[in-house]
């Protein structure tokens, strides 16, 4: 029924109010419609792989959505959940690329939102309460999975699309990853192959040189004359291959007193015995005075009845002396065999007339480590380049090149052929030094025990990378290591003599202190005690000092007596710790520490050389222990016993010793 006063029904009413509201409603949506209509429309006119984009995109714009979603059904907190797969999603979505080409105003939205989102967390509205807390993860893991998958899933037109013509660029087949620890170990190495894969000899290993091819009967005459009838380990393998003319140079490490000298001496002599003129063919660079005179007497005694003539080169003497023994002006070199320090070979290359290098055939550098440490005069250089300009330069006269090269032999190449050997007890695996020597197809040579062969050996598999030193060095397997913790410092001296008296360690004995002073006043004060006490010189008390400040005279004078057992306790610095073979000695003493593994290898393998047993004991400070045993002695590669401990009782041994060096020191 109508109401005629209002001309409407009240059903009509109804209805017009309903329609009124729709209107509304009608106005609100297109309002946010506009938007999404335009959004449809633009996404239809995509290309399929910028679909392809999109259509992720709006995989995580559903993830999103859903996100709001949440937001508007839930409370206050859901602004965190928001904030935090904001994160997410941040996270996990590459950034667009450069030429991404998606429309302004939406990356000016996305940025509206999250600025948003992040003035949020600012406000301290996005802060996460205790209670819903799980319930946020739960949501968070769910919308991350969603996102995982959208982001994991790759769209396959995208893929062809962005897939790059590869031009023969593409990366080449790798090998697959190998779980071998020894074979990346070698991976990992820096070295060059000849260094990383060296010829490896046991220390046991003898062989009789007569069994051996290229040496003449007349020199295998004097071996046995001189009672070396068999090779030792490292000139069973060196020998045969500086004898043999096709290999290259050489490179040797082998431990203390293992016969090095022997093993390149006696090829170079086998070389050199069927010259005819004699000119210099040999040299041999060592690091000091004591060292030339010692491989010097060693080349006398195999020269002797082969016409060769050996020279030495040594600092100490008057220049134009030296010149006068080596060169003759008319008919040039006198030797054959040059043994010298490098500073003065450089004085003789750059300063004596006539001495030429252009005959040199055998190049050695005996412990090299520490002769390549030296930069003296950039002695490397001069020499290396001394002898290939010079060998250039031969002149082979008769016009005997011509013809040699019309045979199609390089004559260059035979010219500068020089074999170079290469020796330490602690030879250097730094290719950089090596690299100055200019070596021709090197081989490396190492005598050692076989790691792992007895057990005693370090297994590399169960070593501790991190502790192991950049380089392994040998001692002597004959050698019976000690170390002695010294508790009462002041009275440090007084444990040497106690040692020396407890262990009847006084005859053959050398002591090393670290400078030459220490070892001055070292020996002055054991002179002193001794004399107080009362104990006779005779029992093999008698000290010996030799340092590099001495004259060269009267350090030789010290050693002659040392040799003739007329001096039993020789005190010196590190200056003879190096090389010099010395008969009969049985103990070495560090008095003070060494200051590297190097420096402890080279002075304890003074004793138990050629084969004999020896000690050798280290003083240890408190503040010295932990560097001694972690650090010096740790890596070296020795007998089964390792370093003992030996414990040297002050107290034990009464206020005798005690009282009278107090009073040597205080008066
Ligand atoms: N084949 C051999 N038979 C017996 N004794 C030998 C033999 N070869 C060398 N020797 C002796 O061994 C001792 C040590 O030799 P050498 O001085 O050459 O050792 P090294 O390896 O050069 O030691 P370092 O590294 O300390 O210089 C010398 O007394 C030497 O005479």
């Not at 937001?71 to 928001?82: A, E, P």
């Not at 008969?583 to 560090?590: F, I, K, L």
Request: charged share 30%; net charge neutral; proline share 5%.
């Amino acid at each position: 029924m109508k109401d005629a006063g209002a001309g409407l029904t009240a059903e009509e009413e109804k209805r017009k109010r309903k329609e009124e509201k729709r209107e509304k409603r009608k106005q609100r949506r297109s309002d946010v419609g506009t938007e999404t209509e335009e959004k449809a429309k633009e996404d239809a006119e995509q290309t399929p792989s910028k679909k392809g984009k999109k259509d992720k995109k709006s995989k995580k714009s559903k993830a999103d959505t859903a996100t709001e979603d949440v937001d508007n059904d839930n409370n206050d907190n859901t602004n965190t959940i928001t904030t935090t797969i904001t994160t997410v999603t941040t996270e996990e979505v590459p950034p667009p690329a450069a030429n991404d080409e998606e429309s302004k105003p939406e990356k000016k939205d996305k940025k509206h939102s999250k600025k948003e989102k992040k003035s949020k967390i600012a406000s301290g509205e996005g802060e996460e309460d205790a209670s819903g807390l799980s319930k946020h993860k739960s949501i968070l893991q769910k919308l991350v999975k969603v996102k995982t998958k959208a982001t994991l899933t790759p769209a396959a037109p995208e893929v062809e699309e962005e897939a790059i013509e590869a031009k023969g660029l593409e990366p080449l087949p790798q090998p697959a990853p190998t779980k071998d620890p020894k074979r990346l170990a070698v991976l990992a190495s820096s070295l060059p192959p000849w260094l990383a894969a060296p010829i490896v000899v046991t220390p046991a290993t003898t062989v009789p040189f007569n069994g051996m091819t290229g040496i003449s009967p007349k020199l295998l005459t004097r071996l046995e004359t001189l009672n070396l009838p068999n090779a030792f380990a490292v000139q069973s393998a060196v020998v045969p291959l500086l004898l043999d003319p096709k290999a290259g140079d050489v490179c040797i490490s082998a431990a203390t007193g293992s016969g090095k000298t022997l093993s390149y001496i006696l090829p170079i002599v086998q070389s050199l015995s069927t010259r005819v003129v004699t000119r210099l063919r040999a040299v041999v660079v060592v690091p000091t005075r004591e060292l030339v005179s010692q491989v010097f007497s060693t080349a006398v005694s195999l020269t002797s009845g082969t016409g060769l003539k050996v020279g030495t080169g040594i600092g100490s003497k008057a220049l134009a002396a030296e010149q006068a023994l080596l060169i003759d002006p008319d008919t040039g070199s006198k030797v054959d065999i040059l043994i010298t320090t490098p500073g003065r070979l450089v004085e003789h290359i750059k300063n004596t007339p006539g001495f030429c290098l252009k005959w040199v055939k055998w190049l050695v550098i005996d412990e090299a480590d520490r002769l390549l440490a030296q930069s003296f005069q950039e002695w490397v250089d001069v020499v290396v380049g001394s002898i290939e300009t010079a060998a250039k330069d031969q002149d082979w006269g008769n016009g005997l090149e011509d013809v040699l090269e019309d045979l199609g032999i390089n004559v260059q190449a035979q010219q500068i052929a020089v074999r170079k050997v290469v020796l330490s007890a602690t030879m250097t695996k730094d290719a950089g030094k090596l690299a100055g020597l200019k070596l021709r197809r090197p081989t490396m040579v190492v005598v050692e025990k076989p790691v792992g062969a007895d057990g005693t050996a370090k297994d590399d598999e169960n070593e501790d990378d991190e502790d192991m030193p950049e380089e392994v060095f040998s001692v002597p397997t004959e050698l019976r290591e000690y170390a002695i913790p010294i508790v009462n410092k002041e009275y440090k001296p007084l444990y040497l003599m106690y040692l020396l008296r407890n262990r009847s360690i006084k005859r053959g004995t050398i002591v090393f202190v670290k400078s030459n002073e220490g070892a001055a006043r070292l020996a002055k004060l054991i002179d002193t005690v001794v004399e107080k006490i009362g104990i006779s010189k005779e029992a093999g008390w008698t000290t010996g000092l030799v340092t590099g400040e001495m004259e060269k005279k009267r350090r030789e004078k010290v050693l002659r007596s040392f040799k003739k057992d007329e001096v039993q306790i020789l005190i010196c610095s590190d200056l003879i710790s190096r090389g010099l073979d010395l008969p009969h000695v049985d103990n070495v003493v560090n008095y003070d520490i060494p200051s590297s593994t190097r420096a402890y290898v080279h002075r304890v393998g003074r004793t138990a050389r050629a084969g004999k047993e020896g000690d050798a004991f280290t003083l240890v400070e408190d503040k010295e222990a932990r560097w001694f045993w972690r650090d010096l002695v740790k890596g070296i590669r020795r007998r089964e016993e390792g370093v003992e401990r030996m414990a040297v009782a002050l107290e034990d041994e009464g206020m005798g010793w005690r009282g009278a060096y107090e009073e040597c020191l205080y008066g």
